[in-house]
């Protein structure tokens, strides 16, 4: 796998981790994310009733813009090619839909929420707020970010919306947010540092108590920070 360094105040490539592209090496997200036939659809909801009840597994949520490359990532993260949705298949825009991680009864669970971005907060609907404040084994969300288009308000105010579930009334956590940079291969590496710089600095601003942003890109080869990414689902879900 090859991470980001820097030297010298520049950005460079360097090779590490293992054969799965994991930082990690004790062999834990190997065995939960990289046997394929590990990981499965579980269910769709359009609405709160029909949010699936798993027996307690922990689960980790995935949003971000439209287009932004979630279920190419996700999809990475899993070594599938086509687990998750794309938008493209009409009908499941609207919902939360759930993948089983692990061989059964499986050891965490990812649920895809549908891109926003045309049409501001309305779209983020009751579905996705009841989830975040009601879901017990919800205990990290994703937010994705394209490292070509930077942030724009949707982003930013998906940001701070999320910002407020962030801490509860008694001052508990109830989840951690991530932010991710995904299509890093999109920007010009002469141009890298200053676009993720800008970025990270405006995740901060919208979300101080988001976590700072994995670098990702699924178009290098090989893949870039997936493995790191499922080293950060399996620790966020207490693997
Ligand atoms: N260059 C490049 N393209 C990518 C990368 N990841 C995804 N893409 C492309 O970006 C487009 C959108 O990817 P998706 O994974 O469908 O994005 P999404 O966020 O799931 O989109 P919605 O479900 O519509 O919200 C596809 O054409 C992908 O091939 C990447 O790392 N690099
Ligand atoms: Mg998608």
């Known amino acids: 796998m090859r991470c980001v360094t820097i030297v010298n105040g520049e950005w460079r490539w360097r090779q590490c981790g293992n054969k799965f592209g994991n930082e990690r090496d004790d062999g834990i997200a190997d065995k939960i994310f990289t046997d394929t036939s590990n990981a499965a659809f579980l269910a769709a909801a359009g609405r709160m009733e029909s949010v699936p009840k798993l027996h307690g597994l922990p689960e980790s949520l995935i949003t971000g813009r439209a287009n932004a490359g979630k279920s190419t990532l996700f999809n990475a993260v899993l070594g599938r090619k086509d687990l998750l949705h794309t ?104 141009q890298l540092a200053k676009a993720l710089a800008g ?30 990414v499922r080293e950060n689902i399996a620790s966020a879900c207490g693997l």
């Open 87 to 190: 938008s493209s298949k009409a009908g499941r825009t609207r919902e939360l839909n759930f993948y089983r991680v692990g061989k059964e009864p499986g050891k965490l669970v990812l649920v895809d929420a549908p891109g926003y971005g045309a049409r501001g907060k309305r779209e983020w609907g009751q579905l996705f707020d009841g989830y975040l404040e009601t879901r017990k084994e919800l205990k990290r969300v994703y937010i994705l970010f394209n490292a070509k288009h930077g942030l724009n308000e949707f982003d930013r105010q998906m940001l701070q919306h999320l910002s407020t579930f962030l801490i509860s009334e008694t001052g508990t956590q109830p989840f951690t947010l991530q932010s991710v940079i995904t299509k890093v291969d999109l920007v010009p590496p002469g």
């Open 199 to 228: 970025m990270r600095k405006e995740i901060f601003e919208a979300a101080p108590l988001c976590l700072p942003p994995i670098l990702t890109s699924c178009e290098m080869n090989p893949h870039f920070g997936v493995g790191q």
